[in-house]
């Protein structure tokens, strides 16, 4: 039996994967998405996809993947900017350089179950930035919407 180390078969299982997960969360389908535009849970800063997509729809926020960089090159919300729980001291000098401490920024992981987007959204606060929210949903709730995603 090969060994599939890298490539597109790999990628194809992943995607393959993460729409099959995302069809056992009901929470992951648009059709089951919240029908308000800008649902913000105050204390927690989280958004929902509505949200999410009005914001990038309006080019109105920097899109932050949380995952590790592989699977950020492996696919990630069109536009996003990669900043992994486990690399963020590496990687958020570059960040800082590039967007402005008033950036509105939304932080994304996984989906629902994944901590990491939280994580680096209290990173980005600690270091001064305090627009910043997080969608929960994640990369499965967002391709299973059919949004942009590349990678």
């Not at 389908?29 to 800008?38: D, E, F, I, M, R």
């Not at 920024?105 to 629902?112: A, D, K, R």
């Amino acid at each position: 039996m090969p060994c599939i180390v890298s490539g597109k078969p790999l990628r194809r299982i992943l995607v393959a994967l993460v729409l099959l997960l995302s069809c056992f969360s009901p929470a992951a389908s648009q059709l089951h998405a919240a029908p308000s535009v800008t649902l913000v849970k105050e204390e927690s800063g989280e958004i929902d996809l509505s949200a999410a997509k009005a914001l990038f729809d309006r080019h109105s926020a920097c899109f932050v993947d949380a995952r590790s960089e592989y699977a950020y090159y492996n696919s990630h919300i069109k536009g996003a900017w990669s900043l992994s729980e486990s690399r963020f001291a590496e990687q958020f000098p570059e960040f800082r350089n590039k967007k402005p401490i008033e950036t509105l920024i939304v932080v994304y992981c996984i989906g629902p179950g994944c901590s990491k987007a939280r994580h680096v959204a209290d990173k980005l606060k600690k270091n001064g930035y305090r627009n910043v929210r997080v969608f929960s949903g994640g990369l499965i709730e967002w391709s299973h919407a059919g949004f942009p995603i590349e990678g």
